[in-house]
């Protein structure tokens, strides 16, 4: 297990969810179902998981039988490692893994509404249950690139994901309070999208905000990266959909 | 692709002031932006919402431009006696989009 603590690493009692630093009335929106706009893709989500698809005319239910059982705290525990891939898969490419396999369907488009359904729906099958990322042998060079590149200043403004989330968190930047980036709402509305997002959306933003090129959706490098986040924000609780200014 | 989330109190006393909450699938894009190209943006947004509480219309609200995508209505009405409100969304493109909710008063 890795255990060593980077300097400016955020001790686990003080760790909190982008949640705590929203205003009151976002909040509130989170937490009230028919006001959190994340559920119409829930909803959305549900009626795909029941529908049959692809050239096996297989639906998810017909493996998974009823998500509320077969898919909890499943979402908590990706990026999880991939025997086929030899490395960590996370949600969306786990989905996109039993389309092809299973369903014999086409791959769903990353950010598309059908991926971000598909993911909110089972995603929101782990709500309230705590992130629980496990790290063997195999996973643990993939934990550790996901955790130099949040070290690493990167882009035209030479900033590391570390220099705002671990340092510099609570504090403003231009309007904004700075979070300490843990993913605990993934997909998630964001008001500044009027859409659900994934993660990966929101490391893409973070990294055109630093001035560096963005990996492309399901780059290893990004997958990496949610794992670390993902470890770092280990024991809090899962929130999906969340919703966040 | 259009879904709608409504909340109403499933039964209510005769006279209570209840929230009626709703939530639907838009993405109101307000015609004012451009694409990457240049072109305008054609306008396609929700233009009106009506909620009837058995056959009566008990709220309506016009939706403009620069509403933001996947209208929020919550507004309160006096549940007078059992029976189904009923909301209506229609707007550009033909865009139209009936629910209704059972609600039972004692």
């Known amino acids: 297990m890795v255990t060593s603590a980077f300097a400016g690493e955020i001790p686990r009692s003080e760790r909190r969810s982008g949640y705590a630093f929203m205003s009151r009335e976002t909040r509130a929106m989170q937490d009230d179902d028919s006001a959190n706009p994340g559920m119409l893709w829930v909803l959305e989500g549900e009626g795909l998981w029941n529908r049959k698809t ?16 077969s898919m909890k705290g499943v979402a908590a525990r990706h990026p999880s490692f991939g025997a086929a891939h030899g490395r960590p898969v996370s949600l969306e490419q786990r989905i996109n893994v039993c389309r092809i396999n299973a369903q014999k369907a086409p791959a769903l488009a990353w950010e598309s509404r059908d991926l971000l359904a598909l993911t909110a729906y089972v995603a929101r099958q782990s709500r309230g249950l705590p992130i ?41 930047l231009a309007g904004n309070v700075i979070p300490q980036a843990h993913p605990t709402g993934y997909p998630l509305y964001r008001l500044e ?36 986040l993902m470890w770092r924000a280990r024991g809090m609780t899962f929130e999906a959909p969340g919703v966040r200014p | 692709m259009a879904s709608a989330l409504i909340n109403v109190p499933p039964r209510a006393r005769r006279g209570e002031i209840i929230e009626v909450k709703t939530l639907i699938s838009h993405p109101m894009e307000t015609g004012y932006r451009r694409s990457q190209l240049g072109a305008l943006i054609p306008r396609d947004i929700i233009r009106l919402f009506v909620c009837t509480y058995n056959g009566t219309e008990v709220f309506r609200a016009e939706l403009h431009p620069a509403i933001a995508a996947n209208p929020f209505i919550a507004f309160s009405t006096v549940a007078t006696e059992s029976g189904t409100l009923a909301f209506q969304w229609t707007g550009d493109n033909g865009f139209s989009v009936a629910e209704s909710v059972a609600i039972t008063v004692e």
Do not use: K, T
């Open chain 1, 132 to 172: 629980e990322i496990a790290i063997d042998q195999r996973m643990e060079p993939f934990l550790d690139a996901g955790r130099a590149a949040f070290h690493r200043r990167q882009g035209q403004l030479n900033l590391a994901c570390s220099q705002c989330h671990d340092d510099n968190w609570g504090r403003r």
């Open chain 1, 54 to 69: 692809g050239a096996a005319s297989r639906s998810c239910a017909d493996c998974h039988g009823d998500a509320r059982a």
């Open chain 1, 193 to 228: 999208w009027q859409s659900l997002g994934s993660l990966q959306r929101r490391l893409r933003n973070c990294l055109v905000g630093m001035r560096a090129e963005p990996y492309d959706y399901g780059a290893p490098e990004l997958v990496d990266l949610e794992l670390f």
